[in-house]
């Protein structure tokens, strides 16, 4: 079985990577996005992955959940090849990860603890009330605990994606991806949003995986980062994003970073 | 003291011993998977072995604990406190009480819907309002896209063609094979079973003015109208559904442009125009069917023809054909209502869409029955 148990909440070494993404080339076809990118994502860490739109953060952040398939190069999670495992050693890793998409993907015709509960239904021999109670404390960690019983479409974006962040944690996993979490919401629910992230690093010991270009997001929560470039097709940065904001530099990432209208200003 | 030792087939062991204060130690991995085959032998054995006294439980040899090992924990706490007992942990981590808090915090959360228990009168209320605004909400449409039908009598150059063409090609043409196919199984049970009937007598020739009388008058439209419904109303209500989950709906009215006008008048216009020429296929392609199989009974075409054209005159087609128009627009105008109303959500674009099938096949039949009187009254 791949064991991902390296995160901090076992007291194991919490500089082990977690992931691996070794020569990686992806795209479409014959229409390719990036080429060679080689990172790796440690454990317990919070992993911002940036780049401008159309850049190929979402589609990177599928590779490594093994929604799609590389043209070229590993994605290594724990000791596995996500892009290569197949049955029984690819639903070892799935069951470690767990998933957030940009619009929550959220059930509609679940309640949300119907929602949070289906993984623990689908992959465990719990009895029901062990679910219960675990998706219960789940929609605690996320702030929705009385709101169990309504309906996705009886709550606020936010609260959505709150909810989809319950769902994921279900099964406890060792990593979180989440995409583009704090798209379309207001300043103090982003914020709230970025704070439950930190919380789920530092308290459980979580190892997160974020794709986002909000920058308030980013200097919240990003322990390391890594800038992708449409241009180029590779990776352009790669650290703590507040150092790279004040040392590197590519004329890009500065303008990125500091949120500079022209690269004059950046500069 | 009895002392046992249990093995799930996942890593989490458990042993049990007996006395004051009994003891219970944990080894092993604590996890979604490891705590599901012993989660009620735990909380019994512990029940048993504690009773309503005080449960030691030790943690010094568990390797592994996320929050659904800590769900065991809190329920074996729970259970303590709920046989007036009481539970101490030994070796508890930081990470395992960091999992544990959240359970802690979510007992005593009350829902946040407001208590859904009311008096009868109420609900009786409730409902009776709800029935009330579905029958206005039903007026209002129907209003709404009588004036859209009207001004687009009045100016057919704001009728948008182009999607009017393209509604009609996928209801009508795009239908054909279907409509092949259910029309001339229809003729061919039609004539087969009625001829078996006719032959005792000698009469197999008068099969012709059965199958045709029936196709015409009333088989050839109501089917017709069937296969409209499961097929195009129900890709109406659909696309329309769709299109409101995704706010494009919204996006219409706030730009000026009327939503019924927009795409309800195309699809009407194409319902009504489609009903008749699919109605008049069905009957010849009917007809083919019950011809082929009269052929099998001895009756040449050209026979079965002539019987045809003695048996029904003009009339018996146009009321048919008349019929068929009205069921096309009874299918079409559920459909868009149906989309129109829905709700949030995936499910609610499938509610609607089944919701589109039903209503039209129970007005499709309705219409029929009133049609037979109506043309009985009129001598038609």
């Given at each position: 079985m791949v064991d991902l148990n390296r995160a901090g909440a076992d007291g194991m070494d919490d500089d082990e990577a977690v992931i691996r993404v070794e020569d990686l080339t992806m795209g479409f076809g014959s229409m390719v996005i990036m080429e060679n990118l080689n990172f790796s994502v440690r454990a317990g860490e919070i992993f911002v992955i940036l780049g401008g739109s159309g850049s190929g953060k979402s589609t990177l952040l599928k590779h490594m959940i093994g929604l799609y398939s590389p043209i070229a190069g590993r994605i290594l999670i724990g000791e596995a090849d996500m892009a290569r495992a197949e049955g029984a050693e690819r639903e070892d890793i799935l069951r470690q990860v767990g998933v957030t998409y940009q619009m929550g993907a959220l059930f509609g015709s679940m309640s949300l603890m119907e929602n949070v509960r289906l993984p623990l239904e689908v992959h465990t021999d719990l009895p029901l009330e062990a679910m219960n109670r675990i998706a219960r404390a789940k929609l605690q960690l996320v702030g929705l605990a009385e709101y169990g019983?309504?309906?996705?479409?009886?709550?606020s974006g936010g609260m959505q994606k709150r909810a989809a962040i319950a769902r994921a944690m279900a099964l406890d996993p060792k990593v979180l991806f989440l995409d583009e979490?704090?798209?379309?919401?207001?300043p103090i629910t982003s914020a709230d949003l970025d704070q439950l992230i930190r919380r789920l690093a530092s308290t459980l010991g979580m190892t997160l995986v974020v794709v986002t270009h909000e920058l308030a997001s980013i200097f919240a929560i990003a322990d390391r980062v890594i800038m992708l470039d449409k241009e180029t097709r590779s990776i352009i940065a790669e650290g703590d994003p507040r150092v790279l904001r004040e040392t590197n530099d590519h004329p890009w990432v500065r303008r990125f970073l500091r949120r500079s209208e022209t690269e004059d200003q950046s500069a | 003291m009895a002392e046992k030792e249990h093995a799930a087939a996942a890593a989490l062991r458990y042993s049990v011993r007996e006395g004051s204060p009994a003891r219970m130690a944990l080894a092993g991995r604590m996890d979604a998977y490891s705590v599901g085959p012993v989660w009620t032998s735990v909380l019994e054995a512990a029940a048993r072995a504690a009773g309503t006294g005080e449960l030691v439980v030790d943690l010094s040899d568990v390797t592994y604990c996320d929050g659904s090992g800590a769900a065991l924990l809190y329920s074996l706490e729970q259970s303590a406190a709920q046989r007036g007992g009481a539970l101490r942990m030994n070796g508890v981590t930081e990470a395992v009480e960091g999992h544990l808090k959240p359970y802690r915090e979510a007992e005593g959360v009350v829902s946040a819907?407001?208590?859904?228990?009311?008096?009868w009168s109420r609900r009786l209320r409730d409902g009776v309002s709800t029935v009330g605004q579905e029958i206005f909400s039903q007026i209002a449409f129907i209003g709404e896209y009588g004036s859209a039908l009207v001004g687009a009598v009045r100016?057919?150059?704001?009728?948008?063609w182009g999607d009017t063409l393209r509604v009609a090609e996928a209801a009508g043409f795009q239908a054909l094979p279907i409509v092949s196919l259910i029309a001339f199984l229809l003729g061919v049970i039609l004539a087969f079973q009625s001829a078996i009937a006719m032959r005792q007598f000698g009469a197999e020739i008068f099969v012709a003015d059965l199958v045709a009388i029936s196709l015409l008058r009333e088989l050839g439209p109501l089917m017709m109208a069937i296969l409209l419904a499961g097929r195009s109303g129900a890709a109406f209500a659909a696309e329309i559904g769709t299109m409101k989950v995704n706010e494009e709906v919204n996006a219409l009215t706030t730009m000026g442009l009327d939503p019924v006008r927009f795409l309800v008048v195309p699809k009407i216009l194409a319902g009504v125009f489609v009903a008749p020429l699919l109605t008049l296929y069905a009957n010849l392609i009917g007809l083919l069917g019950a011809a082929l199989v009269m052929r099998g009974f001895g009756i040449p075409m050209v026979a079965f023809f002539n019987q045809v054209s003695d048996a029904v005159d003009l009339t018996d087609l146009t009321s048919g054909l008349f019929k068929a128009a009205v069921f096309g627009l009874l299918v079409a105008s559920v459909g868009c209502l149906r989309g129109l109303q829905t709700g949030t959500g995936a499910a609610a674009v499938g509610r609607s869409t089944t919701s589109a099938v039903v209503s039209a096949i129970i007005l499709i039949v309705i219409a029929d029955g009133l049609f037979a009187v109506l043309f009985y009254q009129l001598e038609i």
């Open positions: 019983d309504f309906m996705p479409s009886e709550i979490p704090s798209a379309g919401l207001d | 819907r407001p208590p859904q228990d009311q008096p100016h057919p150059r704001r009728v948008r």
